[in-house]
Structures are given as C-alpha cells and as structure tokens.
C-alpha cells in the first residue's frame, strides 16, 4: 500500500501541470478557459498533497515501530529526497491557500515557479527510474506553455507582423494606450486598431513595463472588435494598477483633496504621449 500510494501520488503529477498552463491544452480540447480550469489545478494539487501524506506516512510507521526513522533518513538517499519532496509540496499547498496568495500575488507566483521546481528535482532524485516518464510530462507541459506564450505574445505585440493597421505603430511594438482617469478608483486604457480579435467577456493580460516592470495583470476587454478599439476598466488597487492609475492622472491640476466628486481640472491624459502596452490575449 505505501508503494501503491507513491504510484497514485506521481501519476497526478502530469494532471497537476495540464490543469495550470494559461495556453491550457485541457482548456483548448474542452473549449474552457485556463482560469476556470485554475481550481480543478488547485484541488488535484491538494489530493496529490494528501495520497502523498498516506505514502510517507505508511513509510514513517513502518520506521517508527522499530525506532528507525532518523537511522533511515541518515543512510538512505531515497528516504532523505523522499521527505524534501513532501516538504516542499506541503510548502505549495499552504503557500496557495487564497489569502497567502492574494496577500502579495507577484511574490507567490515567483515563490510558487521555484517551489516546484525544487518539487520536481526532489521526486526526480526520489522516484524509481520508470517513473521517471511522470516527471518528463510534466517539464514538457510547463516549456509548452510556456513557448506558446512567448509565441502568441510576439505575434500580438511585434508590428512587424501586423503591417496593415490603420494606426500605424512608430516603432517595433504595436500597442500605444491611452490612460484615462475615471476617478481614483478606476482607470481606462485605450488601444486604437488592435492587433488581435477577441469575444466578448475575453480578457487579456496586460502589461506596461515602463510603469510596473516586470508584471502582466488579466484585465476583462470592454468592447467589441466591431469598435476597433480594445479597452479596459481597471480598478486602482494598492500594486500595479495603482501605477497606471497614477499615470493616468499625473500632470493635472488637483482643486479638491482627493480625485473624487469633480475636484479635478484639465484633461485626463490623451495629450501625454501614448505609453506602450504588450499583450497576451
Ligand atoms: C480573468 C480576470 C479578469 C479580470 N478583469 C478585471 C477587469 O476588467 N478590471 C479590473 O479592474 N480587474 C480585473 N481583474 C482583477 C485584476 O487582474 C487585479 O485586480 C489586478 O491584477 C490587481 O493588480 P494590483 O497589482 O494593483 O493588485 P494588488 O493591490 O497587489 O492586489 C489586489 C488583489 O489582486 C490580486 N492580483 C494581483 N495581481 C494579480 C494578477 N496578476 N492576476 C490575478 N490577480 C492578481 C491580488 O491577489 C489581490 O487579491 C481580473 C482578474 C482576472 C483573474
């Protein structure tokens, strides 16, 4: 049973990474989108956490009644990368419990890429050689998406691959914004001709490194193609949309204490030059 549980915990291995691409293979074959599928991630992730406890745990037992358990780790690599594996899976599982993962989002998902692939060198080193195939899938799903990202985000983004656009971009990029305020609690931007065509209730990821580096934001597009304008409502939050909210503002003349109830003068933003925008739909 403890080999069994073992077996049953590395085969969720590949079904744990198909679930959590954003270019979701499961969310292409089943027409549903990637973050949808982000629970299902989620769940699968804690069984694996708990068939993982029941393998270890039988293990433990088995040491434990002999008095064996510290002697094994010393001496034996398997039980050694065996227990690191747990460990950091253990880690994942509380890191991503909602609010240590809202708390500051950038950081857990930088904690969350390192954290398992600590995990995946920890039960490549831990599981028997024919099982190695449940560690591959799983690296060759993750490089997958991630290609198809870096794909789809080139063509979206590189002007040279979109030439007929009426607005013509200036230089290598295609997306110039405009950045309105609405009022301290929510920003527009605005994209004319867009490189891409999108359904209604789509959203894109959106990213503006001259004002947050380094950070791309899902935001719901609020128009149709039929408009030839791609734009988004954005709530100014305390990160990255507090920066576009404040760029969208900045260069006005304040006459009241704050930015709401028409205590603003000037026009919002459009006479700024248009800031550049990348994104991934
Ligand atoms: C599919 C989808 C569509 C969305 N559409 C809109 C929209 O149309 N308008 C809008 O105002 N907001 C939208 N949001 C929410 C928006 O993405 C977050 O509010 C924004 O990323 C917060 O950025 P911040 O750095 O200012 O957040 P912070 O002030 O740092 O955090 C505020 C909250 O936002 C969450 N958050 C931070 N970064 C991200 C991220 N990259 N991805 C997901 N959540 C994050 C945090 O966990 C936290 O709970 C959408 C979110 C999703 C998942």
Redesign the pocket.
Known sequence: MAVRTGWITIAQLPLVFLLAGKRNLIGYATGTSY?RLNWIHRWVARCMFITATIHLGYFFRTWGRYDYIERKLEIDVIARTGLGAWCVLLWITLSSFAPI??????L??VQHMISFIGFIVMVRLHAPKKAHVYVWVPVAVFLLDRALRIIFMLYTNLAIFHPGRRHKPNGLFTCNATFHGLSDK?TTVVILDPPFKWSPGQ?AFVSCHSL?PL??????I?TLPSDNSLE???????????KLSDHAWCGQVWTGQDRTGGGVEGEPNSHFPPTLLTLVG
């Open positions: 973050e993962r809202g708390w500051r989002y950038e857990f998902v929510a959203h947050v950070q791309s934001h899902p935001f719901t609020t988004f409502v954005i709530r100014t939050q305390k990160g990255g949309t507090e």
